[in-house]
């Protein structure tokens, strides 16, 4: 089982829907969470750090379940600019206490 | 606030050739550094962190090296590139930590990348 598994997708969704993606990662371990965004040939930009007790930061929630060894980013209200990839980050897996990130799930809002 | 510059934005190499990338970080002190190589339709593969001046750690065995010649500088290097090295590599900090406890919970920052064609 890979340390940090994504859905690659794409998601294709329509405007103004509500979109989700979960992210499973193996170590039972693991210290900290984020989700980054990625457009197209740029570089990840931090999008949200995801708490024990969940966050939300406008049209966007993160949540963890420990218990079930994932995180879930929840967007609603999609907008065509939040079409990219979005990639999960896991930290203390495996021992180690570097970044793993997931390969990233694929997010196409169409009008 | 922190800026973090990388060059250049592309580059197009020959196979056997060397490369230097370099990474300067602006705005903070003792940032731990990163070098990423993310290839085309693939996840980021952390190749080197630096915790401080000269401390420099490899997380893959490869022909490329890494060193931190001042604080806030980190420079990627190869003497003889290959193919398989093409990529968008990526640099990143993250507030220091002090120790690799720490350092897992502080979100990392990238850089706008380097685009490298090996041909």
């Known amino acids: 089982r890979k340390e940090v598994e994504q859905d690659p997708g794409p998601f294709n969704v329509p405007e103004g829907a509500t979109v989700a993606f979960n992210c499973t990662y193996s170590?039972?371990?693991?210290?900290?969470f984020f989700w980054y965004r990625q457009d197209c040939r740029k570089e990840p930009k931090l999008l949200m750090s995801?708490?024990?007790s969940g966050n939300e930061d406008g049209r966007f929630t993160a949540q963890l379940n420990r218990a079930s060894q994932y995180i879930s980013l929840l967007i609603r209200d999609s907008k065509l600019s939040d079409s990219a990839t979005y990639l999960c980050v896991v930290i203390g897996t495996g021992g180690s206490y570097i970044p793993t990130f997931g390969r990233g799930t694929s997010l196409i809002v169409h009008p | 606030s922190q800026t973090i510059h990388q060059w250049p934005a592309t580059l197009v190499q020959p196979v056997g050739s060397p490369l230097s990338l370099e990474c300067t970080v602006e705005?903070?002190?003792?940032?731990?550094l990163y070098w990423y190589r993310q290839a085309a339709g693939r996840g980021l593969q952390l190749l080197f962190y630096?915790?401080?001046?000269?401390?420099i750690s490899s997380e893959v065995p490869q022909n490329l090296s890494a060193s931190r010649p001042q604080d806030r500088q980190f420079i990627l290097s190869s003497k003889k590139l290959l193919l398989s090295d093409s990529g968008f590599y990526l640099c990143?900090?993250?507030?220091?930590?002090?120790?690799?406890?720490?350092?897992?919970?502080?979100?990392?920052?990238f850089g706008p990348g380097t685009r490298l064609t090996v041909l």
């Open positions: 630096s915790v401080g001046i000269g401390q």
């Open positions: 705005g903070t002190s003792n940032p731990n």
């Open positions: 170590n039972s371990a693991s210290q900290s």
């Open positions: 995801v708490y024990s």
């Open positions: 990143a900090w993250s507030v220091h930590g002090g120790d690799l406890m720490t350092l897992s919970y502080n979100e990392q920052f």
